[in-house]
């Protein structure tokens, strides 16, 4: 399966909103509502920020929300803060019984 | 908090096969959970290599299925990966994760452990 597009990079002004896109296929984002997105700093785990498209896990700020909308979704961080500057990953269940992810969006905040 | 540790060789010869244990830790291996491995190679996206539950029940990525083998050791509280036939493609950043038990995400990451193939 080809991974999920997502744009290389996105930034923002502290205490402003950007949104994460993630274009996937009717064989992955456009049939399933199991969507993750993931937070990834430098040398760090990597951390579920979202999961089921739109659901946060427990600890995980407010600030950030998923949507879907046919084959993409989307990760918007509200309140842009310095500690946001990261690489974020969406990742999907797909219709071959397996799970794809982006290509990643390195996030910096001016 | 669930606690994930992959180890192995950071230098594996071409032809050769890769092999990579995850330690699981603060948690049971043997819960209703699937334990995943995830790579990235250079300038590339993460890549979901598989998963693998406590019984011995796998699912991998159709692109890497015939080189591919997961196993559970529950004795030893760890998991394992074996890639066949490297070539230099196959470096990578390679992740371990627990995924939730339906499988759909990774709750969980290990920090990552870099994998370079070359002679």
Request: hydrophobic fraction near 30%; glycine fraction near 10%.
């Amino acid at each position: 399966q080809s991974a999920l597009t997502q744009p290389a990079s996105v930034s923002g002004s502290p205490g402003q909103a950007i949104t994460i896109s993630c274009t996937g296929t009717s064989s992955d984002v456009g049939t399933y509502n199991l969507v993750s997105w993931y937070q990834r700093h430098p040398g760090k785990a990597p951390k579920l920020m979202i999961y089921d498209v739109t659901n946060r896990p427990s600890g995980v700020s407010n600030r950030f929300s998923g949507s879907k909308s046919g084959n993409t979704a989307s990760l918007t961080i509200s309140g842009l803060q310095a500690e946001d500057e990261a690489d974020y990953f969406c990742s999907s269940y797909t219709t071959s019984t397996s799970l794809v992810f982006g290509g990643g969006t390195k996030v910096t905040v001016l | 908090q669930v606690q994930l540790q992959e180890s192995g060789p950071g230098l594996v010869e071409p032809s050769d096969t890769l092999s990579l244990t995850c330690a699981v830790s603060v948690y049971s291996i043997s819960s209703t959970n699937w334990w995943g491995w995830i790579r990235q190679s250079p300038g590339k996206g993460l890549e979901w290599i598989g998963y693998i539950n406590y019984s011995g029940s796998t699912y991998y990525n159709p692109s890497l299925k015939s080189r591919v083998t997961m196993s559970v050791d529950t004795s030893k509280s760890h998991f394992s990966l074996k890639l066949s036939s490297v070539t230099a493609v196959d470096t990578a950043v390679y992740y371990c994760a627990r995924y939730e038990r339906r499988g759909y995400y990774g709750d969980y990451w290990g920090q990552g452990t870099l994998v370079t193939v070359s002679s």
